[in-house]
């Protein structure tokens, strides 16, 4: 359970904390490409809305119930959105809002924490902003603030004793771990792989 579900559900209950976190998802699928072409006229703006919430990928998410997935899949184009605007207006505004979209996905869920790190990695470099000392510098700033703000997942994980706590990691056999590896590739080997995030969410 994500943190997000975990609120949801201590608020409101578990019923009614699955159709929140159902129409919230479906919410900031429109939302996320929404918020990327801000600057464009409004019917393009709402054309990205109806295919960010109206496509293949999260209707399957949501059809699955795996509606933190589909969250955080909005999350992402906060994401961009965010390092549009540190790349245009380097400042402390940009980077907390950078630090707080990449938090927001990786609470929603967990699987996207390689997936912002890598986005905001390949943005940086791609666009070569390592070139402006302003830019590097709020960069780093906004990771940092990104780290403090999962601080509490990772407190919880060696001091907590649930089912995804660093307790029951210590109970896992040999057996266990080969069952749950990352698999290769033939065609490309397993360092690509891993380095691409290859696979489903869940791997």
């Given amino acids: 359970m994500t943190l997000v579900q975990w609120l949801l559900t201590e608020v409101v209950g578990g019923a009614l ?29 709402l054309l990205a809305g109806l295919l960010g919430a109206l496509n293949p990928w999260t209707a399957e998410r949501l059809s699955e119930g795996q509606y933190g997935v589909a969250a955080a899949g909005g999350a992402l184009f906060l ?12 400042g402390p505004r940009p980077a907390l809002a950078l630090a707080a979209a990449g938090a927001a996905a990786t609470a929603l869920n967990a699987a996207f924490f390689p997936i912002v790190v890598v986005l905001v990695a390949c943005s940086f470099v791609g666009r070569r902003d390592w070139r402006r000392p302003e830019v590097g510098r709020w960069t780093g700033a906004a990771g940092l603030v990104f780290l403090a703000l999962l601080a509490y997942g990772v407190v919880a994980f060696f001091a907590g004793g649930d089912l995804g706590s660093y307790a029951v990691l210590q109970h896992v056999d040999r057996a266990q771990f080969t069952f749950f590896h990352a698999s290769a590739s033939t065609r490309y080997g397993l360092l690509p792989n891993l380095l691409g995030l290859y696979g489903s969410s869940a791997e």
């Fill in 17 to 45: 904390a699955g159709k929140a976190l159902f129409f919230a998802a479906l919410w900031l699928a429109a939302f996320g490409p929404m918020v990327v072409l801000r600057a464009r006229p409004w019917p393009v703006q």
């Fill in 79 to 90: 994401v961009l959105a965010a390092l549009e605007l540190l790349r245009d207006r380097p």
